[in-house]
């Protein structure tokens, strides 16, 4: 059983404010239960997932995890053997250098016998359906195994509680898919308790129990399963007319409708796709993990220079030694797959106007934009002076994506920019960048998965 006892969780901002995720919460989880905990971005999901697992401890309150309470150092080891974890972004948990190696690691640590460790490690792959990739490098694998390694590196400890943390926040459809039904199927074979973050309502409804959070309080009247919160791509899209979509797997072009005339970019045979991209236009870059997207993102860029063909900014190939990369560099910016790529300053605030300072921006007009365009995209002003490490996935994001817009970028190049966010945050984001190419005649290159083609929730 998992207890959670008047429970809550705070931490200080660099300017010494107390920040508050979770408010007195108190609940209780049932062994063999699947239970999904949902909520918008920064409601405390994933500070309740790390107090469960003891990567973070209650500022009061008590936890009791099968009996053991949390807080004390003598029961950690006792809890971290029953306990498996599942983070959003698989390369944050997976350390070693092959798939075999990694799965036997926790059961290594926990000093099981070495024939135990092998028939752990044969079951592990066997029941996430990766037998095949035993040997593989895990660096040279796609997004959705890296999450199958994951998943089985965990379960392969034997442990009685599984804790998932947005587990298809990088995933593509399929993978997606896979991944939720191997959750479903470890549930019901192995009868151990599972746990499932997510903001995702159709993902959450795959349990026997929801937990809703809000504002760091469980409550029992949220609409956030209600309709509003659903969205389809071709919805989305709307929003950034025109457009056109390139598919990845085929090197088809879908064009939507006729832009502006004035030539922007244009990428020559660079991976076989070839387009151009006009003022105000944006470009959708679709496919499944592992295709290219990011890579041709890159690429357009300029951090990494094609085998064959070019990139070509206003007439330029943007890899020729006379080429103004400097300038080229201020006015295209890129948000990774990875948000924390983006991060680096000690604050929020300091994160979104480090770009606006580079551009010549003094002190105080770099602070208003910046916070202008937080509130834009509905980021909470309590936040403006925390770390960036302290927040959610999803707000991680949209400071990201805050610090590129806020500098007016005449390009914008977005890699699975709705990866972890909820709809409120698509929502301003989208409206946001709409509102850009009308106004400034911004255009866009958006990489995403097949998740958007499937029509489920950006």
Avoid: W
């Amino acid at each position: 059983m998992i207890e959670f006892k008047n429970v809550s969780f705070s931490y200080l901002s660099t300017d010494n404010k107390k920040i508050d995720v979770l408010d007195n919460m108190n609940f209780k989880i049932e062994d063999g239960s699947f239970v999904a905990i949902a909520g918008e971005n920064g409601s405390g999901k994933s500070t309740a997932a790390k107090l469960m697992n003891v990567l973070l401890t209650p500022s009061s309150g008590s936890i009791f995890i099968d009996g053991l309470e949390t807080s004390k150092k003598e029961n950690l080891a006792k809890i971290r053997r029953i306990e498996g974890f599942v983070f959003q972004n698989p390369d944050t948990q997976l350390l070693n250098s092959f798939v075999e190696e990694e799965v036997a690691f926790m059961s290594e640590n926990l000093g099981f016998e070495a024939d135990k460790i092998e028939e752990n490690v044969i079951n592990a792959l066997k029941d996430c359906g990766i037998e095949e990739i035993r040997h593989s490098q895990i660096q040279t694998l796609p997004a959705g195994k890296k999450q199958l390694v994951a998943i089985a590196a965990a379960i392969a400890s034997q442990p009685k509680i599984m804790i998932f943390d947005e587990p298809t926040a990088f995933l593509d459809e399929t993978e997606r898919k896979t991944v939720l039904e191997l959750i479903k199927k470890i549930h019901s074979e192995k009868k151990i308790t599972v746990i499932l973050i997510t903001h995702h309502p159709d993902e959450a409804e795959l349990a026997d129990f929801i937990l809703q959070i809000e504002k760091g309080k469980i409550v029992f009247d949220s609409n956030y399963f209600s309709d509003e919160n659903k969205s389809s791509i071709s919805e989305f899209k709307e929003r950034f007319l025109p457009y056109k979509t390139i598919f990845m797997e085929n090197r088809k072009i879908q064009e939507n409708e006729n832009s502006q005339d004035e030539l922007c970019l244009k990428v020559q045979d660079v991976s076989g796709i070839s387009f151009e991209l006009k003022k105000g236009e944006t470009v959708f870059i679709e496919g499944n993990s592992g295709c290219g997207k990011s890579a041709l993102l890159k690429t357009i860029k300029g951090f990494l220079i094609p085998d064959r063909g070019e990139v070509v900014y206003k007439g330029k190939n943007i890899n020729s030694k006379k080429f103004d990369r400097r300038n080229y560099f201020l006015k295209t910016g890129i948000c990774f797959q990875v948000a924390e790529q983006n991060l680096f300053a000690e604050t929020v605030l300091d994160d979104v106007s480090y770009g606006l300072k580079n551009l010549g921006f003094d002190e105080n007009s770099a602070i208003k934009k910046s916070k202008e365009m937080l509130l834009r995209l509905n980021f909470p002003e309590k936040l403006f002076s925390v770390s960036p490490n302290c927040l959610s996935g999803g707000q991680k994001r949209v400071v990201a994506i805050a610090g590129i817009l806020v500098m007016e970028p005449e390009i914008l190049l977005l890699d699975e920019s709705d990866a972890g966010l909820d709809y409120k945050f698509v929502n301003a984001i989208t409206e946001t960048v709409s509102f850009m190419q009308k106004t400034n005649g911004m255009c866009c290159v958006i990489a995403t998965n097949s998740r958007q083609n499937k029509n489920q929730r950006l």
